[in-house]
C-alpha cells in the first residue's frame, strides 16, 4: 500500500529523522515489505507529500534486492505507476524508499459498498492494464495485483486516475525465473504462482482478471484466504463466469475476456496485458452508447502503442489520423487467442455512470 494517503495515526517512528532530510509522520499502514509512512522534509515537518516503505535488511543480499527495486521503480514513468523520489541506506540495516504520497483511496476501500457498476470498473482496470504493460515492457512483473494495491486519485479531468502501488515484492523477469516459494496474495494469485513456477507477465494477467471479477460481481472468483485452499482452488476448480456470481445482462465479449484471462494455462491467457486494456475501453464505449451516455474526449495518457507493431512504440495508435496498418487484419478473438484492440478512437468512457444499481 505504498503511497496511499488517508488519515494514518501515530507510529512507532513517527517523528524520526532520515538521513537528516525526511522527517516521518503518520503511520499510513504496512506494505508487502514495510511499514510505510507519510513524511515530509526536515525544515518543512506540517507538509508531507512523500510516502516511505521501511524494509528490514538481513545483509549484503538484501540490500542489493532493495536496491534493485529502487531501479526498478526509478525506470517506470507511467502516470498510473506511483513515482519513486529517493533511496536511502540507513543505519541497523534497514532502507527507506521514498516515493510520492498519492491522495487517493484504494479500490478495496471502494468494494465496501459492493460491486462496482460495470463500465466503471472497465474503465478503471483499463488503466491498470496500461501501467502494466509500462512495467512489462521493462521486464517487470508486478506478482500482487490485487484491489488494495490500486488507488484511485481524482483529478481536474478523472475522477477515477488510477495509481499502481507496491511494487514491493516484484522482479525482473530473469530474476522470478529462479523463485521457487509462494509470493503474492492466495486470493488473486495466478496457480503458477503456487507451484512456484518461473512467471512472465501472464501471471498478472491473471490477477487482473480476478480483480475485475472482484469489482463487476463483489467478490473474487475464489474467496479462499489461506493458502493452501486458495491453490487447490485456483489450480483445479474452474472460474465461474460472471452471471453465475450476479444476475446482470455482462456482454458477452465481457465474459469471454474474463474467462481467457482466469485461464489455468498461462499460455491460453491474453499475452499482452494492453490488449486487455483496450477490449475493456471498447467494451465500455459500446455499453454506454448503447444507453445514449454523452463521450468525453480521451485525455492524453490513454495511449497505447499497437501490440500488433513490431515497430511499437513508434505507432501510436491513438495519436494517428489513419487506420492502423494491422487493423484490418484484426479480429475479436487473433490468430494466439488475442482479444483484438479497440478501433481507433479519440474517445474515453470517463463520463457519467450507467445504471449504478445493476453491476
Known sequence: MAGVADSGSDGPLTGRVLARKYRLGRLLGVGASGPVYAAGLNHQPSHEPFA??????YGAQHLEEARAEAQMLASMTSPH?????????????????????IDGRS?????????????????????????????HDRG???????????????TSTEPD??????????AHVDELTRTMGFYGTPRFASPEQFLGEPLTASADVYALGVTLFNLLTGEPPF?????????????????????????FPFPPELEELVGRMLDKDPSRRPQDVRVVAWA????????????????????????????LCEESPSCRRGGRSEACVHETAAASVGHAGEVAPAQPTNQTMHGRPVEPEDA
Request: proline share 5%; with cysteine; net charge neutral.
Open 52 to 57: 516511505i516503505k521501511l524494509i528490514g535488511l
Open 81 to 101: 505507476i506511483v513515482r519513486l523520489e529517493d533511496f536511502l541506506v540507513l543505519p541497523g540495516g534497514e532502507v527507506a524508499v521514498v516515493m510520492e504520497r
Open 107 to 135: 479500490l478495496e476501500d471502494e468494494l465496501t459498498s459492493g460491486p462496482m457498476e460495470m463500465t466503471r470498473a472497465c474503465r478503471i482496470v483499463s488503466q491498470v492494464g496500461i501501467g502494466l504493460g509500462h512495467a
Open 140 to 154: 517487470v512483473v508486478h506478482r500482487d495485483i490485487k484491489p488494495s494495491n490500486i488507488l484511485l486519485e481524482r
Open 161 to 170: 486516475f488510477v495509481r499502481l502501488v507496491d511494487f514491493g515484492i516484484s
Open 223 to 247: 474467496d479462499e484466504t489461506h493458502l493452501m485452499g486458495a491453490a487447490n482452488a485456483h489450480l483445479r476448480t474452474p472460474a465461474p463466469a460472471l452471471r453465475q456470481r450476479l444476475r
Open 280 to 307: 475493456l475501453d471498447r467494451i465500455a464505449q459500446e455499453w454506454s452508447s448503447k444507453r445514449g451516455l454523452d463521450e468525453i474526449p480521451k485525455p492524453d495518457w490513454f495511449q497505447t502503442s499497437c501490440a
